[in-house]
């Protein structure tokens, strides 16, 4: 089973894009699902999660920017990303967990991961 992203693009910095995750056959899992990206170059990371209870998680460098949210039926996660920067530039992945994660920033917690959408932001 393959997640599905979507919403990347290219966008002016201090512009915003929302990001759609939604899985291919099945409701997203409700226990746990994340974002993370992968710039040129660098290593995969953690942006963001959303677990059972609505317990949301941000890296730092995203934190008060980015906001992760759910349907009422997990049908989607949503990824809405305001006050872009150019070095959020990358390729995003939402992933999710098919049991509660110990950690929900920590990438080896997910078990099924998206293609991934590339968002670009221009300077």
């Known amino acids: 089973v393959q997640l599905q992203a979507s919403g990347g693009g290219l966008v002016q910095t201090g512009g915003s894009l929302r990001l759609s995750c939604a899985a291919s056959g099945r409701l997203l899992s409700n226990y746990a699902v994340a974002w993370f990206r992968q710039a040129p170059g660098k290593e995969r990371e953690f942006v963001a999660a959303i677990r059972w209870g609505d317990n949301t998680y941000y890296s730092d460098s995203v934190k008060g920017r980015f906001t992760i949210s759910r349907d009422n039926a997990w049908n989607t996660v949503y990824l809405q990303m305001n006050s872009l920067k150019p070095d959020d530039t990358a390729v995003y992945y939402c992933?999710?967990?098919?049991?509660?994660?110990?950690?929900?920033?920590?990438?080896?917690?997910?078990?099924?991961w998206g293609q991934g959408t590339l968002v670009t932001v221009s300077s």
């Open positions: 992933a999710d967990s098919s049991s509660p994660p110990v950690r929900a920033t920590d990438q080896a917690e997910y078990n099924d």
